[in-house]
């Protein structure tokens, strides 16, 4: 995850893997179930946090700008 001038740093790395359950349908192979199992994490930790707050002290947008500032 990054985000620009953020304090204590601009990135914090998640490893871990996924779990999918799946379900054979008539219309084919849909997954029931999403599960991200979290490991390591490196860098600045308190990064989500920053975001939360930052997106709560702002307006919702959806211009497409968010993206090109993130």
């Known amino acids: 995850h990054r985000m620009r001038a953020a304090t204590g740093g601009d990135a914090w790395v998640l490893e871990g893997r996924y779990e999918h359950e ?9 997954i029931t179930r999403l599960r991200m199992i ?3 994490q490196s860098g600045n930790l308190a990064l989500i946090a920053q975001a939360q707050r ?3 002290a702002s307006p919702v ?4 700008a ?5």
């Not at 799946?22 to 849909?30: D, E, I, P, S």
């Not at 947008?61 to 497409?64: M, P």
């Not at 968010?66 to 993130?70: C, D, F, K, S, T």
């Open 54 to 56: 930052r997106a709560a």
């Open 61 to 64: 947008v959806d211009d497409g």
């Open 22 to 30: 799946l379900a054979r349908t008539a219309a084919g192979w849909r």
């Open 66 to 70: 968010a993206r090109e500032r993130n």
């Open 38 to 40: 979290p490991g390591a």
